[in-house]
Nanobody, 122 residues
Framework: QVPVVESGGGYVQAGGSLRLSCVASGRTFNVMGWFRQAPGKEREFVGAMNWYSGGIYYDTDVQGRFTISKDNAKNTMYLQMTSLKPEDTAVYYC?????????????????WGQGTQVTVSS
């Protein structure tokens, strides 16, 4: 049983919005974040948060358009995506790490969800 599971992907027109969810099973983690990967490209950092401090860091490509939030009662982290662009099309992954520092390197994360597809059409 994987410790984090993401959902909420789908198809949307450019300029539209989607909200992704990531549920932590059985426990929470110091840091939970989002990555994305388009075909033929490397996995890219989107943003991450420290669950306990509330600190959040975003990649510059999504700064001002995407927002990370959480629901403590549901052990769930959200990625609210607005003003979506075709270049946002990718598989989006939820990731978690035991350490308390936010990292942009995928290799620093300990757990991964299976991914959810986001497709933005023009």
């Amino acid at each position: 049983q994987v410790p984090v599971v993401e959902s909420g992907g789908g198809y949307v027109q450019a300029g539209g919005s989607l909200r992704l969810s990531c549920v932590a099973s059985g426990r929470t983690f110091n840091v939970m974040g989002w990555f994305r990967q388009a075909p033929g490209k490397e996995r890219e950092f989107v943003g991450a948060m420290n669950w306990y401090s509330g600190g959040i860091y975003y990649d510059t490509d999504v700064q001002g358009r995407f927002t990370i939030s959480k629901d403590n009662a549901k052990n769930t982290m959200y990625l609210q995506m607005t003003s979506l662009k075709p270049e946002d099309t990718a598989v989006y992954y939820c990731a978690a790490r035991n350490g308390g520092d936010i990292h942009y390197l995928a290799e620093k994360y300990d757990y991964w969800g299976q991914g959810t597809q986001v497709t933005v059409s023009s």
